[in-house]
């Protein structure tokens, strides 16, 4: 019995998800670096909304 075809095809699909996975690693630190800038970015309009709401204090 010859097993090299289906080593062969095991190969393949193995390279292809190996490639899907570099790439969904690759996507996910991607979508990571952007979740941590655009929380970044609510945090400082939050800032900026409560300095803008906040009673000014006059020290005259």
Do not use: K
Not at 7 to 15: C, K, M, P, S
């Amino acid at each position: 019995m010859n097993l090299q075809p289906l080593l062969d095809a095991l190969g393949i699909q193995e390279n292809a998800a190996r490639a899907l996975a570099d790439d969904l690693r690759g996507r996910i630190t991607e979508l990571h670096n952007r979740r941590r800038e655009t929380e970044t970015h609510l945090e400082h309009l939050a800032i900026t909304r409560e300095t803008v709401l906040r009673p000014s204090l006059s020290y005259w």
